[in-house]
């Protein structure tokens, strides 16, 4: 697992073997330069040491005497955070007892991980850091998929963690566990606190770094006896050797003149966004910057919304699932401008074989994102959004009315149309009516499988921060309780969640943690009694040897959602789908369609792992 910088994210020495490399490994070393490391004696500390630097950039808020429990209570106030997530154990009684008192919504979900996901879910569909307590032990133990896949998808999480006393660190007592060292590989930060005089100033940095630089979640484990300490605002640890974190790098003009350059002199340019896109809110100046110089664009799982989905030039997801005319596009570029994005595999595929014909340009924040994946011809390091801005600044309108009417014909020679039926239910068609008929304003979250690919492929997102997913990771069972993170997030607005069958039961406990709160999602079942993507690679690549993945058995999904208390039916016939996706959708409160779809369908078109763009599986047999 690569070394984390201390605000930033991962560093990486560029091999200097050209003259564009040495002017890349340059650039790198401006934007990344080497922090100054604090004692870590008293505080603790993730990555390499943190105790906490309060008056530094980070800044520290201020306390009045109170126990340990009650400050982290305080601080959370103070900073506004209106809802948190969380499980109770006998590590964290003190800091349960001091939230009794407070104004803080608390959720209580029926596992850690559900937590961990809420607050994820809450997270990325509003842009502020996630809260989620968990007790010492396997309390601690069960966030770890869920901070996985936040840190995976770059997404802002504090989480708080109770801890044995200190006295008893190291000494395998009841319900410890080393979360701290656990939770290295997959946390931005994170921290032991050993003296109660530290958690003041690491309550402040910790919440402060969940979203500075490249956003990511941030741990911090509290021993029992440190949250019944007093916390004397007069004897805190003095600030003389604080943890100075890098500041995210300001674009280099060079850098940028040469990103205007080379779209200026490109004839088939192909814009290439990723989370990057959401997480700085850049929706508006980039279909200012589409609409100025005619490119087409993509986007990732993470981006999408960010660019509507009903626009003439956006193509969709591009990659293994992608639309066949967003990778034909990607082939005859001359012109990658990807924007905040980490140039994932199953975008990319075979590398030497991705966009022959272009040169890549690549902006990001972090620096060991740049030639990770591939070597790229420009790169911008530095905040998208200030990026953006220099650009629009200082670039000339440059219309491509050839390249338009190319795209026009790839988008009508190899159309993305809804598989139909007069029997059995397409899932394609299922998640199309849902579309339809939420008209572009649901916040849709989805699960991770086949159900994802049809939702990236045929859901119109319009907004950004409406469709929410677990890429990176991607992770089963997250599509439940993000989206009651989600609905808690945004009380007023209609959250949907698409999930298969198999990853609702990894997590389908949190149905009472919806009816405990009446959390109003709309919950589509995509139920076609197996692990579809599993199966579907088995069916092309394992000569239908489907080993563990087709369900003898599942309960009745709309008993039990019946049993919670929610409104719940099936469909099994194409002719009635969009009648209960509408009555689905209509529901004033939680509900659930179990939508009964063929076992055998495959997500198509598919480009196999390790090929080119032009690679595609078209049938059900897979390869034309």
């Known amino acids: ?37 604090a004692k870590t004696d008293l505080a603790g500390g993730g990555q390499g040491g943190g105790q906490v630097g309060g008056q530094g950039a980070l800044g520290r808020v201020k306390f009045t005497p109170r126990n340990g429990a009650q400050t982290i209570v305080d601080f959370l106030e103070s900073v506004g955070v209106d809802t948190v997530f969380g499980y109770p154990g006998g590590a964290v009684i003190p800091l349960y007892d001091a939230l009794y008192d407070s104004k803080i919504k608390h959720v209580l979900t029926r596992h850690e991980q559900a937590a961990a996901h809420a607050a994820d879910g809450y997270a990325r569909s509003t842009g502020k850091p996630g809260v989620v307590f968990a007790t010492s032990g396997p309390g601690a133990t069960n966030l770890v998929t869920g901070l996985a896949t936040a840190h995976m998808d770059s997404v802002p999480m504090l989480a708080i963690t109770g801890q044995v006393s200190t006295t008893s660190l190291g000494s395998d007592s009841f319900q410890e566990a080393d979360i701290y060292g656990i939770s290295i590989p997959i946390t931005k930060y994170n921290y032991l606190v050993k003296d109660a005089r ?4 690491i309550l402040s940095e910790a919440y402060r770094l969940t979203d500075y630089g490249r956003p990511g979640p941030v741990l911090v484990d509290v021993p029992k006896d440190i949250q019944t300490t007093i916390v004397n605002p007069d004897n805190l640890l003095p600030d003389s050797v604080p943890l100075r974190f890098e500041k995210p790098p300001s674009p280099d003009l060079a850098s940028v003149d040469s990103l205007i350059e080379a779209l200026h002199v490109s004839h088939r340019p192909v814009l290439y966004l990723g989370g990057g896109a959401t997480i700085t ?31 003439p030039l956006c193509l969709g997801i591009p990659g293994m699932h992608g639309s066949k005319y967003a990778n034909l596009a990607i082939n005859e570029s001359d012109l990658i401008l990807g924007l905040g994005v980490r140039f994932d595999d199953r975008v990319v595929g075979n590398v030497r074989r991705f966009a022959p014909l272009a040169r890549v340009v690549h902006v990001d924040i972090d620096p060991a994102e740049i030639g990770k994946r591939l070597p790229v011809d420009v790169a911008v390091i530095g905040d998208l959004g200030q990026v953006l801005s220099l650009v629009l600044k200082r670039l000339p309108k440059n219309s491509r009315p050839a390249w338009r009417k190319r795209v026009a014909e790839l988008r009508s020679t190899f159309p993305m149309d809804v598989p139909q039926s007069s029997r059995e239910i397409k899932p394609q068609a299922a998640i199309r009516a849902l579309s339809d008929s939420c008209k572009g304003q649901a916040i849709l979250v989805t699960d991770v499988g086949q159900h994802q690919m049809w939702a990236a492929q045929y859901f119109q997102a319009q907004k950004p921060r409406h469709f929410l997913s677990s890429g990176g990771l991607g992770t089963m069972g997250f599509g439940l309780p993000a ?40 919950i589509m079942l995509i139920n076609n009694g197996c692990l579809g993507m599993v199966r579907q690679w088995q069916q092309f ?25 929610l409104w719940a039916e099936s469909v099994e016939k194409s002719d009635k789908v969009t009648q209960m996706v509408k009555a689905l959708i209509s529901q004033k409160g939680p509900a659930l369609l179990d939508v009964r779809v063929p076992r055998d369908e495959n997500v198509l078109p598919m480009i196999p792992a390790g090929m080119g763009q032009t690679d595609f599986f078209e049938t059900e047999e897979g390869a034309n």
């Open 198 to 201: 530290a958690l003041p100033g």
């Open 1 to 37: 697992m690569k070394e984390k910088s201390k605000g930033v994210g991962p560093k990486k020495t560029a091999e200097k073997k050209t003259a564009a490399d040495k002017k890349l490994a340059a650039v790198k070393a401006q934007a990344s330069k080497k922090p100054v490391k």
């Open 281 to 311: 809110n850049s929706g508006a100046d980039i279909l200012t910057l589409v609409e100025r110089t005619d490119m087409a664009v993509v986007a990732t799982l993470q981006a999408k919304g960010v660019f509507p989905d009903n626009h």
């Open 541 to 565: 690549f394992f000569n239908r040897r489907y080993s563990q993945t087709l369900f003898d058995y599942n309960p009745d999904f709309v008993a039990l959602a019946k049993v919670y208390g």
């Open 483 to 522: 989206a009651i993170g989600a609905q808690l997030a945004n009380p007023k607005s209609l959250v949907c969640l698409i999930v298969g069958d198999g990853g609702f039961q990894m997590n389908v406990q949190e149905l009472a943690t919806i009816a405990q709160y009446q959390v109003p999602i709309k």
